[in-house]
């Protein structure tokens, strides 16, 4: 069965930080991602990466630059979203996301076809 479960939501007040992660079985991904969605908002890219020929790539969301760190582990197929100076404007769901095939974008929903059941994170003022 190919899943992706993630794991570390919660709450934390402003200016706090947590960490999130998702582990892959099933499937090796090439490309994986966490995107999140808030109360009436379309779900959002937030960081991503993916492993081709021994290389690792990043990428951020602009709201996210600078406070956000992706980080993985090929072999395990494993991806951590560590979240600092959190703000109440990064309370969502946050959903990982994964990708046998990287399509050549990799902020796009249609970019993934397995997804997590999400993990809430609440950050209070």
């Known amino acids: 069965q190919v899943q992706l479960v993630e794991s570390g939501g919660g709450l934390v007040q402003a200016g706090g930080s947590l960490t999130l992660s998702c582990a892959a079985s099933?499937?090796?991904?090439?490309?994986m991602a966490w995107f999140r969605q808030a109360p009436g908002k379309e779900r959002e890219f937030v960081v991503g990466?993916?492993?081709?020929?021994?290389?690792?790539?990043?990428y951020y969301g602009d709201s996210v630059k600078g406070r956000f760190t992706v980080s993985g582990d090929e072999a395990n197929n494993t991806v951590y979203l560590q979240m600092n100076s959190l703000k109440p404007a990064d309370t969502a769901v946050y959903y990982c996301?994964?990708?046998?095939?990287?399509?050549?974008?990799?902020?796009?929903?249609?970019?993934?076809?397995?997804w997590g059941q999400g993990t809430q994170v609440a950050v209070s003022s």
């Open positions: 990466m993916r492993w081709n020929d021994g290389v690792e790539y990043k």
């Open positions: 996301a994964g990708t046998a095939y990287y399509t050549g974008t990799y902020y796009r929903i249609d970019d993934y076809d397995t």
């Open positions: 099933g499937r090796i991904f090439s490309a």
